[in-house]
């Protein structure tokens, strides 16, 4: 052994021998330890808000920083509040492709899951009645899997173009399906912000930078009586 070797071996030696039997290599007694654990067991647990939904969601066109899920999560920060903002909005998604998403997206933890689809069924003139049953089904394979998670769901709107049938039996699903699992609905998603062009981007459907500012209000009058009083 090179004699520079063999100086640091005994020093390292002497210095574990030299150190108080009851203290840890690391610095930390017994007593640090338990009051560590104290302070985990305290401290508040994250908890996730799951945002499932379409091109609104995942903020079209924008930078995420400007989309209303992000938006939500700084002031949720701002408030102290424990939760984590997860935005699993995908562009173009009707609730067909959303139901057969939700597996994958939902293998993560889900506190609160905000479901926001529909709006792109509209567009292609599905039959409300099957849009129905597909967003029946995400919410029902969501408490299924997480019997706790609380449920809030986007309501929308149907163009006018597609007749005063469709356009009643669309709109009012939504609150059909409040009713049925005991969820708490935003009325109308793009309240205050649909049709607005200055709001909107030019292809006078996706919110801009301003209109997201808005819908984030919309999602956040009824979002707060489930994370503030809980």
């Not at 002497?14 to 039997?21: D, E, I, K, N």
């Not at 949720?76 to 909005?89: R, V, W």
Request: with cysteine; net charge positive; aromatic share 8%.
């Amino acid at each position: 052994m090179q004699l520079k070797n063999l100086i640091w071996v005994c020093q390292t030696a002497l210095l574990f021998s030299c150190q108080p039997a009851s203290q840890p290599i690391g610095g930390k007694t017994p007593e640090s330890k338990t009051a560590n654990s104290a302070q985990e067991k305290s401290a508040p647990q994250t908890k996730n808000i799951v945002f499932f939904g379409n091109s609104l969601t995942a903020a079209y066109r924008l930078d995420p920083s400007q989309g209303f899920v992000y938006l939500l999560q700084q002031r949720l920060d701002s408030l102290g509040l424990p939760y984590k903002t997860i935005n699993a909005g995908l562009s173009g998604e009707t609730t067909a492709a959303g139901l057969a998403r939700l597996p994958w997206v939902i293998r993560q933890p889900v506190d609160i899951f905000v479901l926001e689809l529909g709006g792109n069924d509209a567009l292609r003139g599905i039959a409300p009645a099957t849009s129905f049953d597909n967003l029946n089904a995400i919410i029902t394979a969501v408490k299924t899997k997480y019997p706790t998670a609380k449920i809030v769901i986007a309501g929308m709107m149907a163009p006018p173009n597609l007749g005063p049938d469709y356009t009643a039996a669309f709109n009012e699903m939504y609150p059909r399906l409040a009713k049925k699992h005991k969820a708490t609905l935003i009325p109308f998603l793009l309240e205050n912000v649909g049709g607005i062009p200055k709001l909107n981007l030019s292809d006078g459907i996706h919110p801009n930078e301003e209109g997201q500012k808005i819908v984030e209000e919309n999602v956040w009058n009824e979002l707060k009586k489930l994370v503030v009083e809980n």
